[in-house]
């Protein structure tokens, strides 16, 4: 997910652009508005942490860009290439090393696991707006 401070920024073709050079799959993709509830939903595993309440206003502030990505190992690949959580930690050629500037209003989402994944895509998505398709350079990625 590319949240609200890349579009306020006009980065979301430079992001995107990342991911698919890399070689993943767009499967699924929409600018959405979260609201309060889906917010609590998304972030319940951190409810009652200190970042909480504004991990949760930042991302009901504006329009984000839910997407699915695939890919062989697409969840550890995603990461990769988001880079570290903590701004400080992120590596330069990151995006979060290249575009964040403080970790709480941190600038994109990725799913940590399988589970969190099929959740989050359930949470985002209808299964009608989710459309694989054969792509024709997947032998080169």
């Known amino acids: 997910m590319l949240k609200p401070g890349i579009l306020q920024r006009r980065l979301v073709g430079e992001l995107i652009q990342r991911f698919e050079q890399k070689g993943l799959k ?65 590596l330069p050629g990151t995006i979060r090393g290249d575009f964040a500037a403080q970790t709480t209003l941190n600038i994109v989402h990725a799913s940590d696991s399988k589970v969190s994944a099929e959740r989050e895509m359930a949470l985002f998505f209808k299964p009608e707006e989710i459309y694989d398709w054969e792509d024709g350079n997947a032998q080169w990625f």
Do not use: C, W
């Not at 889906?38 to 009652?48: F, K, T």
């Not at 200190?50 to 997407?67: C, D, H, K, R, T």
């Not at 190992?73 to 990461?79: C, F, P």
């Open 26 to 90: 767009i499967i699924a993709l929409k600018i959405m508005h979260i609201d309060k509830s889906m917010a609590e939903i998304h972030y319940a595993e951190h409810r009652g942490k200190g970042f909480y309440e504004e991990l949760a206003a930042y991302i009901v502030s504006g329009p984000v860009i839910a997407m699915i990505l695939e890919a062989q190992e697409a969840i550890s690949l995603v990461r990769r290439l988001i880079g570290s959580t903590n701004i400080h930690d992120a």
